[in-house]
């Protein structure tokens, strides 16, 4: 069953969405993507004479604290559907069933964060069906929130004969799946950020279906460090060593090729105003940390991603929240833009790498930009998402 498939006249359509934006300290909302990115399921709905209630968590409260609640968020929301939100302050019991009941066709109202209720990340059954009495349909568009086996995403489907998921949810399979079922070859993708630990299975996923692989960011020096090369300072997990030199095996196994940092840019404190030098990325001294690709890579970086066909992008090349080491990410982002607009077909996902290429102004320049982190990580494992799995089963 597609969104397509339903006649919502007169039903109120129960959306979970992912509203974890973030806010300031004066609790205005910074980056509405994740809202915008709802827009269009929310809008389907009320076009076709419906009502839609809105629910989401927003951060990780411990105690129902004012800077975790989502009315912060409604007059953002309703700015960007045209539409005056209602909100209720509780997202089960009287209040939200008084609200609920009152909605009309056409109108949109937002619950207070799910995860003020301990219940919704226990998964707890009796806790989702309250919710799920709120609403005659369910619509799943919460991606970034898919990898959670919440009450508001894994449990409460079974509850509803009417059930899907929404565009931006569909968006974000299609858009993956392009990747990785039926990419255009060659495809390459670019792993990089801080740790290897965290990025582990997602690379050991990966490595079977691309033909390229480019490792950069804090990332690169565990493997440069195992095959003999002099890292200094540099950010290091000594004991995924053996990994990375498995890891390297392996990939000659599947014939697919690891691409590393030929030089760096490296720094003598950790530091915006740290004194800077070039170096061979295997020739770093003691006392000196590698902060950035070198210029020598981001050239060969920048001519292996003209050869690629389809372009998967996930963690930045170095410290790119420091001026001083954003040059590398900003490099990638620049070749990942041409090869985009010479007809390959590109997708950025990642928090961090979201925050770069936005922050340099990339966005509308590749194909696709995930509006999940841990969600898109965890579907680029290999793993089947809780959120994902509801609805289909
Ligand atoms: N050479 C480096 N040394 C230390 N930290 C690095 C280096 N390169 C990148 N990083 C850091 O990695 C972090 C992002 O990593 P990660 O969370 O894995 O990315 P993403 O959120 O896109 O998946 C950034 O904060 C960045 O500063
Ligand atoms: O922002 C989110 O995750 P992300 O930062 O990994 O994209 C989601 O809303 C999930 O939030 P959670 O990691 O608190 O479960």
Excluded at 210 to 232: C, N, P, R, S, W
Excluded at 316 to 345: R, S, Y
Excluded at 369 to 382: P, Q, Y
Aim: aromatic share 6%; hydrophobic share 45%; with cysteine.
């Amino acid at each position: 069953m597609t969104i397509n498939d339903i006649n919502f006249k007169d039903k109120k359509a129960l959306v979970r969405v992912d509203f974890n934006v973030p806010l300031d300290d004066n609790l205005n909302v910074t980056d509405t993507t994740r809202i915008e990115a709802a827009k269009d399921t929310i809008i389907h709905v009320l076009e076709n004479d419906g009502a839609v209630i809105l629910m989401s968590h927003l951060g990780r409260p411990k105690n129902k604290e004012n800077e975790f609640s989502l009315k912060h968020v409604v007059e953002k929301a309703s700015d960007i559907l045209g539409v005056q939100v209602k909100f209720a302050e509780d997202c089960v019991g009287q209040s939200a069933i008084q609200a609920a009941q009152d909605l009309q066709s056409g109108e949109v109202l937002l619950l207070e964060n799910l995860r003020y209720h301990d219940e919704e990340k226990a998964g707890d059954s009796a806790f989702a069906k309250a919710l799920s009495q709120l609403g005659d349909v369910y619509i799943n568009d919460a991606f970034g929130t898919a990898h959670r086996a919440h009450a508001s995403t894994a449990i409460i489907a079974q509850f509803f004969e009417e059930k899907c998921f929404g565009f931006l949810m569909n968006r974000e399979i299609e858009n993956l799946n392009k990747v990785l079922e039926t990419p255009e070859r060659p495809l390459l993708a670019i792993l990089g950020g801080a740790k290897v630990s965290s990025k582990i299975t997602v690379i050991e996923n990966i490595l079977q279906k691309v033909d390229h692989l480019i490792i950069a960011g804090g990332m690169a020096y565990t493997f440069i460090k195992a095959q003999g090369g002099k890292i200094g300072n540099s950010l290091v997990e000594d004991d995924k060593q053996e990994l990375a030199l498995e890891i390297l095996k392996k990939a000659q196994e599947h014939n697919t090729q690891i691409h590393l940092p030929v030089d760096v840019l490296m720094a003598d404190d950790f530091s915006e105003t740290a004194n800077r030098k070039e170096a061979a990325i295997d020739q770093i001294p003691d006392g000196w940390m590698g902060l950035d690709i070198g210029e020598k890579t981001q050239q060969q970086f920048h001519d292996l991603i003209q050869q690629a066909q389809t372009i998967l992008w996930n963690g930045p090349a170095g410290v790119f929240e420091m001026q001083a080491f954003a040059q590398g990410t900003k490099a990638l982002g620049d070749a990942i833009a041409v090869a985009t607009k010479n007809g390959a077909f590109s997708l950025v996902g990642g928090g961090d790498s979201v925050a770069a290429v936005k922050q340099f102004g990339y966005a509308d320049k590749v194909s696709y930009v995930s509006t999940g982190g841990g969600a898109m990580l965890e579907l680029l494992e290999g793993k089947t998402l809780p959120g994902i799995a509801a609805i289909v089963d």
